[in-house]
């Protein structure tokens, strides 16, 4: 395998075994040989359940992955074969390098054993010495934050306190490969700042497999994904169109037959293939400017045929813009819809988000106390406009993602739905840190 690939899996498949009653496991170990031996056809006491079939993919050293899917959908066995936890049915998987990983809560953990007993049991699995382990304890024990729980069995902990324990030893086993599933989401806000931190350091030179039910953290993080769905691997690419086709999918199965939702404009994504080209800027700029194009002809997005976006667009109402935004000025934005059918409790939103598809800030009708919600006629138009301050963006592109439902914000079905309704291009070097700007008074610096 070339040096340049982590992880190559040709053809993975892992079935498991489902047995009605404990009995039925001896039986299946013993009758069937017994029958052939006597010239029959063996029987089987068993049903097989493929959590996976026929994953092939790639993925090159230094990349990061995110796996998504729901529930039972193959992911967690797929990062058990990848670490060599279990074995596969069919097959075959190569792995370049050293893997950590955090499959699930304690994993390899003692309960009996105290954290620090644990952190040289967990040091060993990954190759560690016992004086290699001794010389990061330290280290260990102050990223994991536990106190003296750590000198007290891990029985007594709690999943927030197993978690840092669990996670503070991976980090500091020199992995060149990190599985993460989805273990963040217990653990509170400052220590999960603390696990992104390393997360974004390990990222410069590691390859990170990241499986999280959280579609922002996964755009966050990864550049590509894959999505899982009854042990099929149902679509490979950007980690931005395939999170917006699972959210697609998500909604048809909670709407089920009530709304069936059809792809606006379906189009075929490569793994790789970048969403928005980097905007060209000036390479000094002291002024931001942000250029609107629509992009509606072209927006993909579902829908339902009860309504359509008809229009969406920004206009500043400063009167000396002369066609620029420049962040921090005045603007309205309006999404301008036909409903098809019926309509009982209009809502229509928008989110403008970065190339990544992150959201950065947005609004709905919903929100605004006293609106009225008039019932919407079959072929009537209406509009939603939305006055706020621009913020200053960094340099890039941005999309502005627009839909309109029926319902209430807790429970509604969306119409339609247009991701990249609008482009915003933006050249400015205000902006340096962060992912917007706010316009500062006073920055200074004074001896005291």
């Known amino acids: 395998m070339s040096s340049e690939i982590a992880i190559r899996v040709k053809g993975l498949s892992k079935c498991f075994n489902i047995y009605d009653q404990p009995r039925d496991r001896l039986k299946q170990a013993i009758f069937p040989r017994l029958r052939r031996l006597l010239g029959r056809a063996p029987k089987s006491y068993h049903r097989e359940f493929w959590a996976l079939k026929d994953a092939n993919f790639e993925i090159r050293r230094g990349e990061t992955v995110g796996i998504i899917g729901r529930n039972g959908s193959g992911k967690s066995t797929l990062l058990q074969l990848l670490c ?7 097959g075959d998987i190569e792995v370049n390098g050293k893997v950590a990983a955090l499959l699930e809560l304690g994993a390899g953990f003692n309960p009996e054993f105290t954290g620090r007993e ?15 382990v001794q010389d990061r304890f330290d280290r260990i024990a102050a990223f994991a934050d536990i106190g003296e729980h750590i ?3 891990v029985k007594t902990y709690s999943s927030g306190m197993f978690v840092r324990l669990a996670f503070a030893v991976i980090a500091h086993v020199d992995a060149d ?6 273990a963040l989401s217990v653990g509170d806000a400052v220590f999960t700042q603390k696990c992104m931190r390393f997360i974004r350091t390990f990222q410069e030179n590691g390859t990170l497999l990241f499986v999280s039910h959280d579609m922002q953290s996964v755009v966050n993080l990864c550049r590509n994904a894959i999505w899982l769905n009854a042990g099929e691997t149902r679509m490979k690419g950007t980690s931005k169109s395939v999170s917006e086709a699972y959210l697609q999918y998500t909604l048809q199965e909670v709407y089920g037959e009530e709304a069936i939702l059809k792809s606006a404009t379906p189009k075929q994504i490569e793994l790789d293939a970048p969403m928005f080209e980097g905007a060209a800027a000036p390479l000094l700029d002291y002024e931001a400017q942000a250029s609107v194009s629509s992009n509606l002809l072209d927006a993909q997005g579902w829908s339902t045929g009860g309504a359509t976006i008809e229009t969406v667009r920004i206009e500043s109402l400063s009167d000396d813009n002369e066609g620029i935004l420049r962040g921090g000025e005045l603007i309205r934005t309006i999404v301008r819809v036909r409903a098809n059918q019926p309509i009982e409790r209009p809502i229509v939103g928008f989110m403008v988000r970065d190339r990544l598809g992150q959201n950065l800030f947005g609004e709905n009708t919903s929100a605004i106390k006293g609106l009225p919600h008039a019932s919407i006629a079959a072929g009537q138009a209406f509009e939603a406009e939305f006055v706020f301050r621009l913020p200053m963006l960094p340099d890039g592109q941005y999309s502005v993602t627009s839909s309109v439902a029926d319902g209430d914000v ?12 609008l482009i915003i291009s933006v050249a400015s070097s205000k902006v340096r840190w962060g992912l917007v700007g706010v316009p500062f008074e006073r920055v200074t610096l004074n001896c005291i």
């Open 84 to 90: 060599g936890t279990l074995t596969p049915t069919h």
């Open 410 to 421: 807790h429970n509604n079905v969306q119409h339609h739905l247009l991701h990249d309704a």
């Open 177 to 182: 490969i990190l599985v993460i599933d989805e």
């Open 118 to 132: 644990n952190v040289f049991l967990s040091g060993s699995f990954y190759g560690l010495t016992r004086e290699q």
């Open 151 to 153: 000198e007290q069995p």
